[in-house]
Nanobody
Framework: QVQVVESGGGLVQPGGSLRLSCTAS????????MSWYRQAPGKERELVAS????????SYADSLKGRFTISRDNAKNTVYLQMNSLKPEDTAVYYC????????WGQGTQVTVSS
């Protein structure tokens, strides 16, 4: 059974940091490109960051470069999103996606940036 489970969301003050985790099972994690997306209320889902299956290449939304870092640990079947200098506009549900021969999504984790 395929599972993609995000964790680490929560309430954080502006300027703070969070690290999201996404742990997968039921498929060959190391063969999949992994990505983080987010969806704010009333907005479309947008790509935040991606990482290749071997972790060597990453890409980011232009507006997030320098604040967010994606990484992965294939031994733990986990991908991470380190988010620094958070702003209220980063408030969204953050989703993890695994893409290769199949397309798997997690249920999302809420991140709220507010004082």
């Amino acid at each position: 059974q395929v599972q993609v489970v995000e964790s680490g969301g929560g309430l954080v003050q502006p300027g703070g940091s969070l690290r999201l985790s996404c742990t997968a099972s039921g498929f060959t994690f190391s063969s999949y490109r992994m990505s983080w997306y987010r969806q704010a209320p009333g907005k479309e889902r947008e790509l935040v960051a991606s990482i290749t299956k071997d972790g060597r290449t990453t890409s980011y939304a232009d507006s997030l470069k320098g604040r967010f870092t994606i990484s992965r640990d294939n031994a733990k079947n986990t991908v991470y999103l380190q988010m620094n200098s958070l702003k209220p506009e980063d408030t969204a549900v953050y989703y993890c996606r695994a893409l290769w021969v199949k397309d798997y999504w997690g249920q999302g984790t809420q991140v709220t940036v507010s004082s």
